[in-house]
């Protein structure tokens, strides 16, 4: 019960971060700083710190040759699709879109368990995936007429929702080879992967960054995205999910669209009106019916 609890608060605190990040990451990219070079200052900065904590506390775990390859894929999934689409697809969107569309992932990981795990689908889940989904085309839709670039763009909601399909397919595919390992050993061959698939061809992207023209303040956004938005939420996501089953740890993504369209209205970063209300309500419905228990 009491490691049910911790699970739980875990959880819960990876996705304040994360919906803090979104606001904090878009604001950076309207500074200067392209979304390609946050997505490389995520892995590489993510990859150095899990590697020098893994010397500090001595994480030396053995891990097999099968395994490290399988660190490969769940890098792919968990890591690199996830972080390109939803990172390129802030720098297109608005915050506030980016952080409703990541509560799409539950419906996406019921699915996904249904096809690959064999769980029952009721009718109960059944109507939560129908109005998740017009909650998600609400938004697209709304996205591809509209004229002021704080509403969003239809490009990069369809990017964040690639990066929850991505990231469903690593809680569904890899649940596994996460419990054998501790979660510093996880990490640090994860980031290694991603950046060995990520790096070669971004890392050119980032000297080209005009530095002297970049305001401090983009750098300490960046800075956030890097160290709290990447390093500190995944050592609390990766804790949770040796825990929790996959559809609850994705349900958690509704913690996310209450802060940041919080932080991004109360900063001037997005708008919010009629349709994105109606949007959340939907979506925060189907996720309730897919997620619940009778």
């Known amino acids: 019960m009491n490691n ?7 959880m819960a605190g990876a996705c304040v971060i994360w919906g803090l990040m979104s ?20 892995i590489v900065g993510s990859m150095l710190c899990f590697w020098i904590l893994s010397f500090v506390t001595n994480d030396h775990q053995h891990v097999t040759l099968r395994d490290k390859f399988l660190f490969a894929g769940a890098g792919l999934f968990g890591v690199v699709t996830n ?22 992932m539950p419906i996406i990981t019921l699915i996904l368990t249904a096809l690959i795990l064999h769980e029952r689908i009721t009718w109960r889940k059944v109507l939560g995936i129908a109005l998740g989904v ?14 002021e670039s704080k509403a ?7 990017l964040v929702i690639g990066a929850q399909l991505s990231f469903a397919l690593y809680l569904t595919l890899f649940k596994k080879l996460i419990a054998r390992y501790r979660v510093v050993t996880c990490m640090k061959w994860m980031m290694l992967w991603a950046c060995i698939l990520v790096v070669p061809f971004t890392g050119y992207h980032v000297f080209q960054i005009p530095v002297s023209d970049i305001p401090a303040r983009a750098w ?16 609390l996501m990766m804790r949770a999910q040796k825990m929790l089953r ?6 958690y993504n509704y913690v996310q669209p209450i802060v940041a369209c919080l932080v991004s209205v109360a900063a001037g970063l997005a708008v919010f009106g009629l349709p994105q209300a ?5 979506i925060f419905t189907g996720v309730y019916l897919v997620t619940v228990r009778k």
């Open 4 to 10: 049910n609890f911790w699970a739980h608060l875990l």
């Open 23 to 42: 606001p904090l990451g878009k604001d950076a990219m309207n500074q200067g700083i392209g979304g390609i070079d946050i997505v490389t200052f995520r």
């Open 83 to 104: 972080q390109c689409c939803f990172t390129i697809g802030l720098s297109y969107t608005a915050p506030t879109n980016a952080s409703i569309m990541t509560t799409t």
């Open 134 to 147: 017009s909650g998600a085309l609400i938004l697209i839709l709304g996205s591809s007429q509209a004229t």
């Open 152 to 158: 969003g763009d239809i490009r990069g909601d369809l």
């Open 220 to 235: 300490y956004e960046t800075a956030f995205v890097v160290f709290l938005g990447t390093f500190l939420a995944y050592i």
């Open 246 to 251: 996959p559809t609850v740890v994705a349900m």
């Open 278 to 282: 109606a949007a959340i309500v939907m």
